[in-house]
Nanobody, 123 residues
Framework: QLQMVESGGGLVQTGGSLRLSCAAS????????MGWFRQAPGKEREFVAA????????HYADDVKGRFTISRDNAKNTVFLQMNSLKPEDTAVYYCAAGNSYLRLRPLEYAYWGQGTQVTVSS
């Protein structure tokens, strides 16, 4: 079982950058694919990015491709989301999640979740 805590959210202007971190507790972190999801007010939770357990493969939603980068440090049980060129439509609560495959896009396919961190992009 994993427990995750996200950090790094905040308020940023359009075009700015933020780096989210997700620290996990549990000795099996390195065996899980890790994903980032986000949920804006009144909208469903949506896939943002995911990374294979080894870190060798990644997958991105089309609207963040080229702007966001997911990475992980298995020695530190941490996964990151570097967000550049932020837009107001990126405003949401961002969640990290652990699952069996980095190719999974639906929230229900991820077993463990953090509590989320708020990202607000002002125009």
């Amino acid at each position: 079982q994993l427990q995750m805590v996200e950090s790094g959210g905040g308020l940023v202007q359009t075009g700015g950058s933020l780096r989210l971190s997700c620290a996990a507790s549990g000795r099996l972190f390195s065996s899980y694919a890790m994903g980032w999801f986000r949920q804006a007010p009144g909208k469903e939770r949506e896939f943002v990015a995911a990374i294979r357990w080894s870190g060798g493969n990644t997958h991105y939603a089309d609207d963040v491709k080229g702007r966001f980068t997911i990475s992980r440090d298995n020695a530190k049980n941490t996964v990151f989301l570097q967000m550049n060129s932020l837009k107001p439509e990126d405003t949401a609560v961002y969640y990290c999640a652990a699952g069996n495959s980095y190719l999974r896009l639906r929230p229900l396919e991820y077993a463990y979740w953090g509590q989320g961190t708020q990202v607000t992009v002002s125009s």
